[in-house]
């Protein structure tokens, strides 16, 4: 067992860099649309829906990540490397397989996808570029998640944020390149960012290559390899979907309520994700260490883990909350330059600064029965979770309130009922010892 001294430079090791990687893909993502919007404000229409399906189907395929990362850990921390980098290896062949499948079915949907949201017609050219050309990134995407996994499974989180950082500055310049300088439009957007991430997947493979060659790992698919990573995969894939539902309610009641109420919830809950990158980059140190001590069948290792990522994710929601409360007044004023809309969001804003402690509370324990691939269980809550809060979100709607006060009951729902329970959830699941030890 590790002292306190050590187990806190192993945290800091895991989640700084974890923390910039995760912070490099929204800002190129904001470059991305700047550019963009450039074009014009059909162009800029249709990059918001092709986003909007975009990262709903990575959003579903992240479990990738998740359920690699603890495979991986485990025989990490048994001192099974070998087996380690060849469960990473299938599970990058999974993502290759389901991403070639995605690929190949979006690229015939798009017409359809992007009629459903029924846009003008110069919007939907400009979203069916965008999008169409994208669909063929999606397998690269999901082999980075799967590498990603793997070389968080080792212990090493400094190699991804490198490929990642290089990534989306490349792409920023292949991306200006291809809009501006060859003239190709939201097209050369697409273009460029395919191009760029099926570069980042041929440095993952240069990378774990080399750690196949150095383990004498397999690089061929195992089939009980691939089985096992769909398997576990699939829980994951469950609980996110959950997490999806409860989102998209979440935004069709905020549309219910009103415009400005629904203009104000996105501002809201782009403050929430923000502060959730580094919230997340607690959580993947914590899945991380907690996958390699249990390879190393030490109990008292993983509940110390426990104990100070979950100290150390509510101190910073505790922090953040003071930071959001004390700029809950202005917060409005960057997005929109409008002190009427500042004072219509701010009682929303209050809401989340005081729920940010809960929240740090439980992306950690999502990380550490991640990294104990708890993940049937992960599945089974984020269901529950959905039992109290879609009926509350219904009687939200239908009592229909405005204003300012029906902001911060939209709120208060959100990070009040469902952050709550998932809370509930996950912590009556790690107060027992069922999660180290169950059947994955």
Do not use: C
């Amino acid at each position: 067992m590790t002292d306190r001294r050590t187990l806190n430079r192993d945290i800091l090791r895991l989640a700084l860099p974890a923390l910039g990687a995760l912070v490099a893909e929204p800002l190129f993502l904001a470059v991305d649309a700047a550019m963009i919007g450039h074009l014009g404000v059909s162009e800029l229409a249709g990059l918001g829906i092709a986003s909007a399906v975009l990262t709903t189907i990575v959003g579903l395929m992240v479990f990738l990540a998740y359920s690699t990362t603890p495979a991986v850990a485990r025989r990490f921390g048994a001192g099974d490397v070998q087996g380690g980098v060849s469960v990473g290896i299938d599970g990058m062949w999974l993502a290759l397989a389901i991403g070639a499948v995605l690929a190949v079915a979006g690229s015939f949907a798009t017409p359809a996808v992007v009629g459903a949201f029924s846009p003008a017609p110069d919007v939907a050219a400009a979203a069916e570029a965008y999008l169409g050309i994208s669909m063929w990134g999606l397998p690269a995407m999901l082999i980075v998640f799967a590498a990603t996994g793997l070389l968080r499974g080792l212990q090493n989180t400094v190699v991804p944020l490198w490929i990642a950082g290089a990534g989306f500055t490349v792409n920023a310049l292949v991306n200006w390149l291809f809009i501006y300088g060859f003239g190709w439009g939201v097209a050369g957007s697409a273009a460029g960012t395919v191009l760029v991430q099926w570069g980042m997947v041929a440095a993952y493979v240069v990378v774990v290559g080399r750690l196949a060659r150095l383990h004498r790992a397999s690089v061929r698919p195992q089939r009980e390899g691939v089985r096992g990573s769909a398997r576990s995969g699939g829980w994951m894939f469950l609980r996110t979907v959950s997490l999806r539902i409860a989102t998209l309610a979440t935004v069709a009641v905020a549309t219910a309520l009103g415009t400005e109420e629904l203009a104000g919830w996105q501002v809201v809950f782009t403050i929430f994700s923000t502060t959730a990158f580094a919230l997340d980059a607690l959580a993947i140190a914590a899945q991380a260490l907690v996958g390699k001590a249990l390879g190393e069948r030490d109990p008292h290792q993983v509940r110390a883990v426990l104990g100070r990522t979950v100290s150390w994710g509510v101190w910073a929601g505790v922090a953040f909350g003071v930071v959001i409360a004390a700029l809950s007044g202005v917060i409005g004023l960057v997005f929109t330059g409008d002190p009427a809309v500042a004072a219509f969001i701010q009682p929303a804003l209050l809401v989340l600064a005081l729920s940010q402690p809960v929240a740090a509370f439980v992306f950690v324990l999502d990380g550490v029965l991640m990294g104990a691939d708890d993940a049937r269980y992960l599945a089974a809550a984020g269901g529950v979770n959905l039992v109290p809060y879609l009926p509350a979100l219904a009687l939200l709607a239908w009592l229909a309130p405005s204003g300012p006060a029906a902001l911060a009951w939209l709120a208060a729902a959100y990070y009040g009922v469902y952050l709550l329970v998932r809370g509930v959830t996950l912590g009556a699941r790690i107060r027992g010892t069922a999660w180290m030890h169950h059947d994955a």
